[in-house]
């Protein structure tokens, strides 16, 4: 299995406040990803990272952002925790971009559990 | 962006064929068709891609036709250890973030 850790694996917060999830990957990959699950709703890319210091958005990412100062590294800030955002969040891994590349695949970490009450 | 559409559920016996569907009837040139496997409480894992006509691996088959409007994963000889949720994953088209995943399909393997 990659390396790759996701901390905390789970967190209860009260809403209004910020909540930071991180991923941490032995891979040396160059490119990072946040989803989150909810059901029903299968995978939904928040943001991505092609490297550090270099992000963009995904399919859901207001209410969320990142930061990646460390090969090794990708935080997930929600800036002011919200209902809505109560989920399993899931972090990636692919050694590059998928765009164009066959059989380039994503590797998944455990997953955080996050309850925003 | 192109939407997947998966059977919310599966049940089958130990030993047999099992074949899952996913639609994605606007897929795009630059799309390529991937399966995950996930397991409860655990990030989902590579099972198969493929951009069309047949792939397979050692542990699945990927058929898709020529209008690629459509995919079956194909696992031989199932057994209880392959109770999961399948998805399909279309994209990433033009860039990376253009990855739709289907809602997963919940497989379940009876003795």
């Known amino acids: 299995d990659a390396g790759i850790t996701q901390s905390p694996r789970h967190k209860v917060t009260e809403t209004g406040t910020p909540v930071t999830l991180r991923c941490h990957q032995t891979?040396?990959?160059?490119?990072m990803y946040w989803y989150r699950q909810d059901p029903g709703h299968g995978l939904r890319l928040i943001h991505y990272s092609y490297g550090v210091k270099d992000t963009d958005k995904g399919e859901v990412s207001d209410g969320y952002s990142v930061s990646r100062s460390k090969t090794e590294d990708f935080l997930l800030t929600l800036e002011s925790a919200t209902s809505s955002q109560t989920s399993v969040y899931f972090c990636a891994i692919s050694e590059e971009g998928l765009a164009g590349a066959f059989q380039e695949t994503q590797y998944f970490g455990p997953g955080t559990r996050l309850l925003v009450l | 962006l192109a939407k997947t559409t998966q059977p919310i559920s599966m049940d089958s016996y130990e030993g047999q064929e099992v074949n899952i569907t996913c639609s994605h009837n606007n897929i795009a040139t630059n799309d390529y068709i991937t399966w995950y496997q996930q397991f409860p409480s655990q990030g989902p894992r590579f099972i198969i891609q493929?951009?069309?006509?047949?792939v397979t691996n050692e542990v699945a088959s990927l058929f898709i036709p020529a209008d690629r409007k459509s995919s079956t994963l194909s696992l031989p000889r199932v057994s209880l250890s392959d109770t999961a949720v399948y998805y399909c994953?279309?994209?990433?088209?033009?860039?990376?973030?253009?990855?739709?995943w289907g809602a997963g399909t919940k497989l379940i393997i009876k003795p």
């Open positions: 493929g951009y069309k006509t047949k």
């Open positions: 994953l279309v994209g990433p088209g033009e860039s990376n973030y253009q990855l739709i």
């Open positions: 891979e040396n990959h160059r490119y």
